[in-house]
């Protein structure tokens, strides 16, 4: 192989590389970092068997992968004429990547914290129910009910956040690029 070729080979498997990394810190596991990071750099929809070629990973595990940067609105499938197989491709804007990985991270959050919250509103009165509740027990149900009252706005914050997010309304608070020297420009 051509040594100019060598070094561009190694410098587009830098790029994956951080790419992974990044990922990983927002979050996602290596592998779902790695192949979005080798279908971004590709350029163009990969198969699966494309995929678990690049990455060395078996074809099921690939599927799930795939399956899980669906999941996280990170990846989606393709159609192109002539091609049977299913193809993938990602997003290419890093920042409607950064925004897909930060809201799905936080629904699934919000989803778990709702279920949660259900849970423990029903424990709480079912026990305010109760005849014999002394003064420290009501007490203590009117504390975790203060409690569980915060909670609730806390994750209804972070519902509105990732609304700000996804609305993209993000963008005229923190644009893409500076303007000049002010953000506010």
């Given at each position: ?56 990973m078996s074809k099921t595990r690939m599927s799930q992968v ?40 936080w629904q699934k959050a919000i989803s778990r914290s709702r ?46 956040v990732t609304d700000f997010f996804e609305s993209g309304e ?16």
């Amino acid at each position: 192989m051509d040594n100019k070729l060598e070094k561009i080979e190694d410098v587009r498997t830098q790029f994956i590389e951080k790419i992974t990394d990044n990922m990983n810190a927002f979050g996602a596991s290596t592998s779902v970092g790695r192949v979005l990071g080798i279908i971004y750099m590709n350029r163009e929809p990969m198969t699966l068997d494309d995929l678990s070629a690049e990455t060395g990973m078996s074809k099921t595990r690939m599927s799930q992968v795939v399956r899980e940067m669906i999941d996280m609105n990170i990846a989606e499938r393709v159609f192109k004429k002539g091609v049977r197989k299913d193809l993938y491709t990602v997003e290419e804007d890093y920042y409607q990547t950064f925004i897909s990985l930060f809201t799905s991270t936080w629904q699934k959050a919000i989803s778990r914290s709702r279920h949660f919250e259900q849970r423990l509103n029903n424990k709480l009165d079912e026990l305010q129910q109760q005849q014999d509740l002394t003064e420290e027990d009501e007490q203590a149900i009117n504390e975790l009910l203060a409690e569980l009252h915060e909670w609730t706005e806390y994750y209804d914050w972070i519902r509105r956040v990732t609304d700000f997010f996804e609305s993209g309304e993000i963008f005229k608070h923190v644009p893409k690029k500076r303007t000049g020297g002010n953000v506010n420009e």
